[in-house]
């Protein structure tokens, strides 16, 4: 897994985020960065040399300290299985690493019945998964009725072409 942090999506197009996205996709990623983002970081091959028990103590100090953790891996994270795990109808559930962790399942097809007709759809399966500690469930609830409306419709991805 490679955490990538995508700054600023307030200001950005569906468009531009897929392009980013896209963009790391595409690039073979070292080992080395997925400890450090940086591949020509010197950081990266000291890493290893420090003492296991020094690292840790780092790695809660970042953990314990809010703004070096958004720093490092943000506020909001999405994965998906769907692109590695086809026809799988499923759910995933994320690490609770973040404010809000969003993960995307796959595809499955359902029958509906709308005005008393039945009606095939295909539902996707989304988990979302909040810090109560932050943030109170009725905001939550609103937010998720909100995406799920979006996504019902497809706002916001007419500008986006197939990969």
């Not at 897994?1 to 996709?25: C, G, H, L, M, W």
């Not at 905001?139 to 996504?151: D, H, K, Q, S, T």
Request: hydrophobic share 45%; charged share 25%; net charge positive.
């Amino acid at each position: 897994p490679f955490n990538y942090v995508i700054r600023d999506v307030e200001n950005k197009s569906v468009k531009e985020i897929t392009e980013k996205i896209r963009a790391v996709q595409k690039r073979k990623i070292k080992e080395t960065e997925q400890l450090t983002r940086d591949s020509s970081s010197n950081f990266s091959s000291l890493y290893l040399l420090i003492p296991r028990f020094i690292r840790k103590m780092v790695i809660k100090s970042i953990l314990k300290n809010p703004f070096k953790l958004r720093k490092l891996i943000g506020t909001v994270g999405i994965t998906s299985l769907g692109m590695f795990v086809q026809n799988f109808a499923g759910w995933a559930i994320p690490f609770a690493d973040k404010t809000l962790n969003v993960a995307v399942g796959g595809m499955k097809n359902s029958v509906e019945l709308v005005e008393g007709e039945l009606k095939e759809k295909t539902l996707l399966c989304v988990t979302f998964l909040v810090d109560h500690n932050l943030i109170d469930g009725a905001p939550i609830a609103r937010f998720v009725a909100r995406v799920g409306n979006l996504m019902k419709d497809a706002s916001f991805l007419k500008d986006i072409n197939k990969p």
